[in-house]
Nanobody, 124 residues
Framework: EVQLVESGGGLVQAGGSLRLSCAAS????????IGWFRQAPGKEREAVSC????????FLADSVKGRFTISSDNAKNTVYLQMNSLKPEDTAVYYC?????????????????WGQGSQVTVSS
């Protein structure tokens, strides 16, 4: 059974930092890109960032470039999203997602597995 277990969400003031973690089990890490989507109230889900377990290539949405960093520890099958300089508009439920390496990691249509979601709230 594939599981994506997220941790690290919470409440932070604008300008603060949080780190999300996604621990994957039941899949071959190198065969997937693991990343994050987010959904704010009343808005569509959007891709934030992802990283290939095969070659380490990454994607970052324009809205988070320069503030968020994605990394992975292949030995632990875990992906991290370091979020700095957080803004109120970053408030959303963040979902970890796994896409096969031949898919498009920032397309939710290619997502094979989803995590349970973590709430990130940024107060102004």
């Amino acid at each position: 059974e594939v599981q994506l277990v997220e941790s690290g969400g919470g409440l932070v003031q604008a300008g603060g930092s949080l780190r999300l973690s996604c621990a994957a089990s039941g899949l071959i890490f190198d065969d997937y890109a693991i990343g994050w989507f987010r959904q704010a109230p009343g808005k569509e889900r959007e891709a934030v960032s992802c990283i290939s377990g095969f070659d380490g290539s990454t994607f970052l949405a324009d809205s988070v470039k320069g503030r968020f960093t994605i990394s992975s520890d292949n030995a632990k099958n875990t992906v991290y999203l370091q979020m700095n300089s957080l803004k109120p508009e970053d408030t959303a439920v963040y979902y970890c997602a796994a896409v096969g390496v031949q898919g498009v990691c920032y397309s939710e249509y290619d997502v094979h597995y989803w995590g349970q979601g973590s709430q990130v709230t940024v107060s102004s």
